[in-house]
Nanobody, 130 residues
Framework: QVQLVESGGGSVEAGGSLRLSCVAS?????????MGWFRQAPGKEREGVAT????????NYADSVKGRFTVSQDNAKATVYLQMNSLKPEDTAMYYC??????????????????????WGQGTQVTVSS
């Protein structure tokens, strides 16, 4: 089991930036862990935003955020970040961190679309006004 706590959400105007953090604890000693960021807006399905594989730092992004969002990790702090720039009103959503231990890099990329993670945080709200 992995426990996840997100922070960093808030309200910004369009064009602004936010950095979300996700602190992990529990069964994270194995570097074969896939971390993901997802979001869900009211009345919409959950959407994969980005993944990062702890083993080699490889990343994957949804087309809607490529070039604007950057996912990164600090293994010493057991923390994953999501830097969000050039925010748009359509980025408004609850953002969730997810973790799947015992996986491999190629399957981490696939989890962005499938959303197959066993461990989820409580979420942090991001609101972008026009």
């Amino acid at each position: 089991q992995v426990q996840l706590v997100e922070s960093g959400g808030g309200s910004v105007e369009a064009g602004g930036s936010l950095r979300l953090s996700c602190v992990a604890s529990g069964d994270i000693s194995d570097r074969r862990i896939c971390m993901g960021w997802f979001r869900q807006a009211p009345g919409k399905e959950r959407e994969g935003v980005a993944t990062i594989y702890a083993g080699d730092g490889s990343t994957n992004y949804a087309d809607s955020v490529k070039g604007r969002f950057t996912v990164s990790q600090d293994n010493a702090k057991a923390t994953v970040y999501l830097q969000m720039n050039s925010l748009k009103p359509e980025d408004t959503a609850m953002y969730y961190c997810a973790a799947e231990p015992g996986t491999y890099g190629v399957t981490c990329a696939r989890r962005l679309q499938a959303g197959t993670f066993q461990n989820w945080g409580q979420g942090t709200q991001v609101t972008v006004s026009s």
